[in-house]
């Protein structure tokens, strides 16, 4: 896992990292410094007046030899926020731009829109801007958890949010209100949706005494831990887990712990298996608590 804090990661993606021969020459260097530098690899021409050091990103590389930026989904993912499936390069390009350099993949995401063109930096765009993109370029539920991704790690406000969707199609608007910084994952957020769906009553991120922190509390009794193998993985931690379940039994509850993976990419199976545990246990208790 890496551990660098969302402060590092939003100053490494925007540092000054493609240069034109301009920005070179003010920094000292003659036009003769530029081409041998350039012919020894100790500085990289990605296209033309857009130059790099050998240690750049190869995604910032790639959008910028193309002739765009990093955008989107990659963009986000540079900064540590969610997002669910992203097989290739997410980059924009400007509306007429033109000598576009042929792509080295087939999965290159091209997004063409004059909205980006605003801000000074070479390589990538906003974050509003990639935010705004990823909107459009996913499906309903990821785009939710990519936004309480972008809340939860306070890369935009909820203001901000309101003011984005404000330039969206109204169709995309009633998002928003399924938007929930409180979330720290992806699954959940699906998870959250999925209990929507159910018409059940739950609270998230609930303190339990003697338990501690708990994903979900449904109904009062069920509690819905979102297991994922990046903080899960290991004996000490399942030992962790084991030890937390049993003093929640203690307490009367009844834990479950779907995985990540299944809760992200087979929803509605998962959610057919918590309706089932809802409606099977909760009849048990009710029985109980009726006696």
């Avoid at 009794?221 to 049993?246: A, P, V």
Wanted: charge should be positive.
């Amino acid at each position: 896992m890496n551990k660098k804090t969302t402060a590092e990661r939003v100053a490494r993606t925007y540092a000054p990292t493609v240069f034109s021969r301009g920005d070179l020459l003010r920094d000292g260097a003659t036009g003769g410094d530029i081409t041998r530098a350039v012919r020894a690899g100790a500085l990289l021409r990605l296209r033309r007046d857009h130059y790099a050091y050998p240690d750049v990103d190869p995604e910032v590389a790639e959008a910028v030899r193309i002739g765009g930026r990093v955008a989107c989904l990659t963009l986000l993912q540079m900064l540590g926020v969610f997002v669910l499936k992203s097989s290739g390069l997410h980059m924009h390009l400007a509306p007429r731009m033109s000598r576009l350099r042929d792509r080295q993949s087939t999965s290159t995401v091209m997004h063409w829109s004059r909205w980006t063109l605003a801000g000074g930096h070479r390589h990538v765009v906003s974050i509003r801007d990639a935010a705004r993109q990823s909107i459009l370029c996913q499906e309903p539920r990821a785009a939710i958890a990519t936004l309480d991704s972008i809340l939860h790690l306070r890369l935009a406000t909820r203001t901000q949010l309101e003011e984005l969707f404000g330039s969206l199609p109204i169709r995309l608007r009633t998002l928003l209100d399924l938007v929930d910084q409180s979330a720290e994952s992806g699954p959940e957020t699906f998870m959250r949706l999925i209990l929507r769906t159910l018409g059940v009553r739950f609270a998230t991120r609930v303190s339990i005494p003697g338990v501690g922190r708990v994903d979900f509390v449904v109904d009062g009794w069920l509690i819905i831990e979102c297991d994922s193998k990046e903080f899960h993985e290991g004996w000490e931690k399942q030992t962790e887990d084991r030890r937390r379940d049993i003093a929640a039994a203690r307490l009367g509850y009844t834990t479950v712990r779907p995985l990540a993976s299944d809760i992200l990419f087979d929803s509605a199976v998962v959610r057919e298996q918590i309706a089932e545990i809802i409606d099977t246990c909760g009849r048990r208790m009710r029985r109980a608590r009726a006696a």
